[in-house]
């Protein structure tokens, strides 16, 4: 039995050596008796620091350190920048293919709870229904005694995301290796967590929607650095509505020219042969074509969906901040559509460098 592990990074030389320790402190790879052989494999992609000399330097040592032989760990560095090409080749060339899981992961997260990955992988053993497993994210700022103004107002943005259970957070998340393997990312997507999840609860856009696919699993968390200041915050909400605008266009486009008996990976994988910049060209179109309505209706109302399952009295409290943050979105709308508007001009350029 074997698990993969995909660390995909890209500039992270001066933060994957904590986010390393944190990995190999983990219950999955510590536990000399665990019966899972473990592959750690740290993908560089188009970065211009030494974050491949930092990681095999550090994963050599981490290794010998366990003091058993079930975790081996190399680097597979690749040369063309982009979170959704270092995920393809991860999943698709440089895993094991005997692998039943694959665990992904970025370069800059720490684990809290040291079971966080056991748990993870056993959600996905005992749940037969679910096809991703996740943790839960938490924003550095939580943990901080003394909280700035910026560090509240991020707090107070994670209250009204929208985000919920069933979502699939692209920091950390497990899931069934012959699952993940009929996918294909689009090549340059902002937001390839979102293509994940769409994925993964239709089927390759060829079922109802199903979230029991996406199952977080319990006592599984991890820390990040969260977006403080209100310049940090708007750009990472611009950064969402563009890409989630972008993979709209994507799911339509695959509607269009596959039917709901092929598979969509197929047709993204060669489309992604054929035309590296299909993505962006497709965008263009869209919005010479519907100008302001190439954005979807869901992502501008989308702040009201916090306000959903919840008690009337937290509905009430919530319902200023939902509606601050509505009228910001109204402002970052437009500039996501000049955004847009550039995205033909946009390619091959690592996502980290966007956002």
């Given at each position: 039995?074997?698990?993969?592990?995909?660390?995909?990074?890209?500039?992270?030389?001066?933060?994957?050596?904590?986010?390393l320790?944190?990995?190999?402190?983990?219950?999955?790879l510590?536990?000399p008796?665990?019966?899972?052989?473990?592959?750690?494999?740290?993908?560089?992609?188009?970065?211009?620091?030494?974050?491949?000399?930092?990681?095999?330097?550090?994963?050599?040592?981490?290794?010998?350190?366990?003091g058993?032989?079930?975790?081996?760990?190399?680097?597979?560095?690749?040369t063309?920048?982009?979170?959704?090409?270092?995920?393809?080749?991860?999943?698709?060339?440089?895993?094991?293919?005997?692998?039943?899981?694959?665990l992904?992961?970025?370069?800059?997260?720490?684990?809290?709870?040291?079971?966080?990955?056991?748990?993870?992988?056993g959600t996905?053993?005992?749940?037969?229904?679910?096809?991703v497993?996740?943790?839960?994210?938490?924003?550095?700022?939580?943990?901080?005694?003394?909280?700035?103004?910026?560090?509240?107002?991020?707090m107070?943005?994670?209250?009204?995301?929208?985000?919920?259970?069933?979502?699939?957070?692209?920091?950390?998340?497990?899931?069934?290796?012959?699952?993940l393997?009929?996918?294909?990312?689009p090549?340059?997507?902002?937001?390839?967590?979102?293509?994940?999840?769409?994925?993964?609860?239709?089927?390759?856009?060829?079922?109802?929607t199903?979230?029991r696919?996406?199952?977080?699993?319990?006592?599984?968390?991890?820390q990040?650095?969260?977006?403080?200041?209100?310049?940090?915050?708007?750009?990472h909400?611009?950064?969402?509505?563009?890409?989630n605008t972008i993979?709209?266009?994507?799911?339509?486009?695959?509607q269009?020219?596959?039917?709901?008996?092929?598979?969509?990976?197929?047709?993204?994988?060669?489309?992604?042969r054929d035309?590296?910049r299909?993505?962006?060209?497709?965008?263009?179109?869209?919005?010479?074509?519907r100008?302001?309505?190439?954005?979807?209706?869901?992502?501008?109302?989308?702040?009201?969906?916090?306000?959903?399952?919840?008690?009337?009295?937290?509905?009430?409290?919530?319902?200023?901040?939902v509606?601050?943050?509505?009228?910001?979105?109204?402002?970052?709308?437009f500039?996501?559509?000049?955004?847009?508007?550039?995205?033909?001009d946009?390619q091959?350029?690592?996502s980290?460098q966007?956002?």
């Amino acid at each position: 039995m074997k698990i993969s592990i995909g660390i995909l990074a890209y500039n992270e030389a001066d933060t994957i050596a904590p986010t390393l320790r944190s990995l190999f402190s983990q219950s999955l790879l510590t536990d000399p008796s665990h019966p899972w052989q473990v592959e750690v494999v740290v993908v560089p992609n188009g970065c211009r620091d030494a974050t491949a000399t930092v990681s095999e330097g550090l994963l050599a040592q981490l290794t010998t350190s366990l003091g058993h032989g079930r975790v081996t760990a190399r680097v597979c560095e690749v040369t063309r920048p982009g979170k959704s090409n270092a995920w393809n080749l991860f999943v698709h060339e440089f895993s094991d293919p005997a692998a039943q899981y694959l665990l992904l992961m970025d370069a800059d997260i720490l684990f809290i709870e040291p079971e966080t990955l056991e748990n993870v992988i056993g959600t996905l053993e005992t749940t037969p229904e679910a096809w991703v497993s996740t943790d839960r994210p938490v924003k550095d700022v939580f943990f901080k005694a003394q909280k700035t103004w910026s560090d509240r107002l991020s707090m107070a943005a994670s209250r009204v995301s929208g985000g919920n259970a069933s979502w699939i957070c692209g920091q950390l998340y497990g899931g069934r290796a012959e699952v993940l393997r009929r996918i294909w990312m689009p090549l340059d997507i902002r937001v390839e967590d979102g293509f994940l999840w769409m994925m993964v609860v239709t089927d390759g856009l060829r079922s109802p929607t199903d979230l029991r696919r996406v199952r977080r699993a319990d006592r599984a968390s991890h820390q990040f650095e969260a977006y403080t200041g209100l310049e940090g915050l708007f750009k990472h909400e611009r950064w969402q509505i563009v890409g989630n605008t972008i993979n709209s266009l994507i799911y339509e486009e695959i509607q269009r020219a596959v039917g709901q008996d092929q598979p969509a990976g197929a047709y993204v994988a060669q489309r992604n042969r054929d035309n590296p910049r299909w993505v962006a060209e497709l965008t263009q179109a869209a919005v010479e074509s519907r100008r302001w309505r190439v954005i979807p209706r869901s992502l501008v109302f989308r702040r009201f969906r916090s306000l959903q399952n919840r008690s009337l009295p937290l509905a009430i409290a919530l319902f200023p901040v939902v509606l601050a943050a509505f009228l910001l979105d109204l402002v970052i709308v437009f500039q996501a559509l000049g955004e847009l508007s550039r995205e033909g001009d946009r390619q091959f350029r690592p996502s980290s460098q966007l956002s």
